[in-house]
């Protein structure tokens, strides 16, 4: 199966559409009217449909075992078609747009199954997504289309041409992934003053600045106390959000010293400068986090659903 342990927990939902086409009124009527031999086809339909949609995983290869929170079935009768909905909820890492297309496909086959001994000239069709929320799809539409960022690792070894910048360069494809501009990335070394200097630089010509590496314990680690003076306003919940994270895949996060904030319109993040710290901190926010531009305008908070 696809890897999702890097993903985030959101709110999934999706919602499937499959239309049942009969042959005759007859057997809309026979439907309507419950006198379908089998027994009452909208019941009998739906709980074959809640079924399928808790089971997709094991029909469907690849699909992942998931909670599902809110399952609902609707019908609409146009003329001989029944149009089946079925809207899928979960709060988990990946999507359940398989699951309401499984079900919607299960219900259709019910349907064709009770009314095939009244009815020969049935046709299911159309099965299909009607809409899905809450993906990186549902966050990355309300980012703004313009953005650009300054990538600085802050690293006494690195500067000195010891060892190679990996952290860096993973932030730097990260956003390049999600159409952030990177318009300047450099190395300097575990320095307070060079990389305070550096924020503020950077504050005047970037909306996001994301420093790598000084946020361990080591007494040569500084860049928390570099940046923490001069941020107008603190971000806790992203703070909160990449230890979180990183807590639930290594237990050596809560040592992490990681810091959010704003400098005027400019976003300030100090990340671990391990490469999967980097990595980790950056799934745990991203592109959720690029929401933040649009509040820093003046625009009202908005959900993803």
């Keep these: 199966m696809v890897d999702i342990t890097h993903k985030i927990t959101t709110l999934r939902v999706a919602k499937a559409k499959a239309i049942v086409q009969v042959s005759m009124p007859e057997t809309i009527a026979a439907v309507v009217e419950n006198k379908v031999p089998k027994g009452n086809v909208f019941e009998m339909a739906k709980v074959a449909g809640l079924f399928a949609v808790k089971n997709t ?7 992942h075992p998931l909670p599902i929170e809110y399952t609902a079935v ?6 001989l078609e029944i149009h089946i909905y079925i809207t899928v909820k979960t709060v988990y890492k990946t999507g359940v747009e398989v699951e309401a297309m499984h079900g919607a496909s299960v219900i259709a086959l019910t349907m064709y199954d009770m009314l095939k001994p009244i009815d020969k000239g049935i046709v299911i069709r159309e099965v299909g997504l009607v809409e899905k929320k809450g993906g990186k799809s549902s966050f990355k539409q309300q980012n703004p289309k313009t ?3 300054a990538v600085i690792v802050c690293s006494d070894s690195i500067s000195k041409g010891i060892k190679e910048d990996a952290a860096g360069k993973t932030i730097v494809e990260k ?7 990177v318009s300047s990335y450099e190395v300097i070394p575990d320095e307070l003053e060079l990389i305070r200097q550096k924020a503020l630089e950077y504050a005047d010509t970037n909306k996001l600045i994301i420093f ?24 806790p919940g992203i703070e909160e959000a990449i230890r979180s994270y990183g807590q639930k895949i290594m237990p050596y996060a809560m040592l992490s010293r990681s810091v959010a904030g704003t400098i005027g319109d400019a976003l300030i993040l100090a990340l671990p400068g391990s490469t999967n710290g980097a990595k980790e901190s950056m799934d745990a926010v991203f592109p959720h986090l690029l929401h933040v531009f649009k509040i820093l305008k003046g625009a009202q908070h908005e959900t993803a659903d």
């Design 147 to 149: 953005i650009n960022a």
């Design 212 to 235: 790598t590496g000084g946020t361990g314990l080591s007494k040569r680690d500084v860049t928390p106390e570099a940046l923490e003076p001069i941020l107008e306003r603190r971000i």
């Design 175 to 181: 956003l390049k992934s999600m159409e952030v501009e």
């Design 57 to 63: 995983h094991i029909t469907i290869p690849d699909c």
């Design 74 to 79: 609707e019908y609409d009768i146009q003329e």
